[in-house]
Nanobody
Framework: QVQLVESGGGLVQPGGSLRLSCAASGIIFSVKTMAWYRQAPGKERELVAR???????NYADSVKGRFTISRDYAKNTVYLQTNSLKPEDTAVYYC??????????????WGKGTLVTVSS
């Protein structure tokens, strides 16, 4: 079993910052990709940022220059630094990871989400 646990969400004013964290635990052989998605009320879940094991990153156009994704490989943890937050960033943010539980068996794991609310 693999678990992803997010933390760091909350209420922040426009222009503010939050740092989201997500730690993977359980039976882990290796973690290939870690990512953050978000889902706003009434909208579909969308990719926010992704980081591959070699450090390659990609971002949604709407967050480029404001959000930064990073990883701690030793701790199987991914972070999302969110700056210059806007009301339209309000959403539940979900952690996602593609994890090998053995050398030949992999799974796509999801966290339960953490709510980010940007409002004055």
């Amino acid at each position: 079993q693999v678990q992803l646990v997010e933390s760091g969400g909350g209420l922040v004013q426009p222009g503010g910052s939050l740092r989201l964290s997500c730690a993977a635990s359980g039976i882990i052989f290796s973690v290939k990709t870690m990512a953050w998605y978000r889902q706003a009320p009434g909208k579909e879940r969308e990719l926010v940022a992704r980081i591959v094991r070699d450090g390659t990153t990609n971002y949604a156009d709407s967050v480029k220059g404001r959000f930064t994704i990073s990883r701690d490989y030793a701790k199987n943890t991914v972070y999302l630094q969110t700056n210059s937050l806007k009301p339209e960033d309000t959403a539940v943010y979900y952690c996602n990871a593609f994890i090998f539980t053995t050398a030949s068996s992999a799974m796509d794991a999801w966290g339960k989400g953490t709510l980010v609310t940007v409002s004055s």
